[in-house]
C-alpha cells in the first residue's frame, strides 16, 4: 500500500481514509478491554481518543455489569452511535 503513494494527493486520501477509521478502531479496542474487565483503560481510551460505539458494544457492556464505563462514556460526551460527525448519529 504504501508502494502506491506516488503524489500529496495519494497521502491526502490516505490520511483522510485513517482518519474516518480511526473511531472504529478504537471501538474495537474499547470492546476488547471491557471483554477482558480492563475498565481503567477502557475509561482512559474512551476519555481521550475518539470512539464510534455500536449497538453491542453498549449492550454488552450492559450484560457485563460495565457501568462505570457508560458512567465515562457519557461524562465524555461519547453517548452516540456511529459516527460523531454523521448526521445520521443516534444519541443514546
Do not use: C
Not at 53 to 74: G, M, P, Y
Request: no cysteine; glycine share 2%; charged share 25%.
Amino acid at each position: 500500500m504504501i508502494a502506491s503513494l506516488k503524489d500529496q494527493d495519494d497521502i491526502r486520501k490516505l490520511k483522510a481514509g485513517l482518519r474516518l477509521r480511526f473511531p472504529v478502531f478504537m471501538a474495537n479496542i474499547a470492546q476488547i478491554l471491557l471483554y477482558r474487565n480492563e475498565l481503567k483503560l477502557a475509561n482512559i481510551l474512551t476519555a481521550h481518543y475518539e470512539i464510534s460505539l455500536t449497538t453491542e458494544i453498549v449492550t454488552a457492556a450492559i450484560s457485563k455489569d460495565h457501568f462505570q464505563w457508560l458512567n465515562w462514556v457519557w461524562a465524555f460526551n461519547k453517548n452516540y452511535l456511529g459516527l460523531r460527525q454523521k448526521k445520521e448519529k443516534i444519541t443514546l
